[in-house]
């Protein structure tokens, strides 16, 4: 089973790797001159704020990834165990139970677990379609709205991902001029999730930070908050690193009260204060790293092209958005997760459908490229390859049974069947 549903970056692990073996002192806690041990300062209570030194380092290595066009005050940053904890954190302090959240789609799976179950928040989606490449339009913003208020639900604010999970793209100026009038105009609150903001790897001019938007309309600046974590242009969803930025003291005040149910562990920010810090390195680690996006998302697209499966233009991101509508038997969820199925059961790749990420369309499916090595990204290619040619049935049976199923496939299939069920009710 090849697993192409797990957004991680594994790309550029040997850079990490290297820059630790010549830093020694970031992992040992000695001071600058070695001679004495932070170790014991270290592992006693820290400020719930955080380390100033990280805080600063975040703060700069965030306003390098969008070329210094805007710079981050590290007082306004909250420091929080990954973009999880930060997005929930921030719907805790912006909405009460009951009250509702836009959010475009097709948006992250997650986002289900992560704004709802303990806020008791509520998600309508604003329903972005392929004939315009999923791009956010006004009608679209109204329209959810519109449904919000039929259901007679408080809407509180906008969620969204950008660049966007699971598309891979970036929004548009022009989306992001509606958005801010959209939230002007209707006295709503913007999180915007830009997690992915260093994995622009087509020109950095294409991505477009919501805090450039925000400098040219100071006035929304108590209105628009930025979640960012380490987990993606990093590669170190397992250190657990997130962050909240915002303008509005009261958020910055509450959310910093809330992040003791999620600190960041001092050592983690103590080593990463030194790495981030080193402006040579995560200069040449973020070309690096976006140079090998590049060429691993050409050689998904590629691999895909050859077998007649297109992708939508893409220029950020870990993934692909794969169209595989011709290949259904019939236009409907039901068909997508008859195919999703083979694909698992048969084929032995996980890729994600589209339903669980609420898409409108059948036959859309996000699929993983850094997660992996190159030679099983060439196997998993040549897998599809057989099964397309074959007319979507295996020369040689790959089903693995009730028994050998790895249990997060058990788990998918499960997740999408209740989603399935959803979108039929």
Not at 109 to 123: N, Q, S, V, Y
Not at 248 to 266: C, H, I, P, Q, R
Not at 335 to 342: A, G, P, Q, R, T
């Amino acid at each position: 089973m090849i697993q192409m549903g797990l957004a991680e970056n594994q790309l550029s692990f040997d850079l990490l790797e290297t820059w630790l073996a010549s830093h020694p002192e970031a992992t040992d806690f000695k001071n600058a001159g070695g001679s004495l041990s932070l170790f014991r300062q270290l592992a006693l209570f820290q400020d719930y704020h955080g380390l100033p030194a990280f805080k600063v380092a975040l703060a700069e290595f965030m306003s390098e990834l969008r070329g210094n066009k805007v710079s981050f005050d590290p007082n306004k940053l909250v420091l929080t165990a990954g973009a999880t904890s930060a997005n929930e954190t921030l719907v805790f302090c912006l909405a009460n139970p009951g009250e509702a959240f836009l959010i475009p789609t097709p948006y992250y799976p997650g986002f289900d677990r992560d704004l709802k179950w303990r806020t008791g928040a509520e998600i309508i989606p604003i329903h972005c379609s392929s004939t315009n490449g999923f791009r956010l339009s006004k009608q679209a913003l109204e329209d959810a709205y519109r449904c919000a208020t039929k259901l007679k639900l408080q809407v509180k604010g906008v969620l969204i991902t950008n660049p966007s999970n699971p598309l891979g793209t970036t929004m548009t100026p022009i989306e992001l001029s509606t958005l801010a009038d959209f939230i002007e105009a209707k006295n709503l609150h913007l999180i915007c999730d830009e997690i992915y903001s260093g994995t622009n790897f087509i020109t950095p001019a294409d991505f477009i930070s919501i805090k450039q938007v925000v400098a040219q309309r100071p006035h929304l600046s108590n209105q628009v908050h930025i979640v960012y974590s380490l987990s993606k242009d990093l590669g170190l969803p397992g250190f657990r690193v997130g962050a909240i930025y915002s303008e509005n003291d009261l958020v910055v005040e509450a959310a910093t009260k809330m992040s003791s149910f999620g600190l960041v562990s001092s050592q983690t920010q103590y080593l990463l204060a030194k790495m981030l810090g080193d402006k040579e390195f995560t200069r040449n680690y973020v070309v690096e790293n976006k140079a090998r996006l590049k060429e691993r998302h050409y050689k998904l697209v590629n691999g895909l092209g050859d077998i007649g499966i297109e992708c939508l233009e893409s220029n950020s991101g870990l993934f692909c958005w794969v169209d595989m509508r011709h290949l259904l038997k019939r236009n409907s969820f039901k068909s997508e997760l008859e195919l999703w199925k083979k694909i698992v059961y048969d084929v032995g790749l996980n890729i994600s459908p589209g339903s669980s990420c609420h898409c409108t369309e059948p036959g859309w499916f996000r699929v993983c490229f850094a997660n992996m090595t190159e030679a099983t990204l060439d196997l998993a290619m040549q897998r599809l390859r057989d099964f397309v040619q074959n007319g979507g049935v295996m020369r040689r049976q790959r089903r693995l049974g009730p028994v050998k199923i790895a249990w997060w496939a058990r788990r998918l299939l499960t997740a999408s069947e209740k989603r399935v069920e959803q979108l039929s009710r």
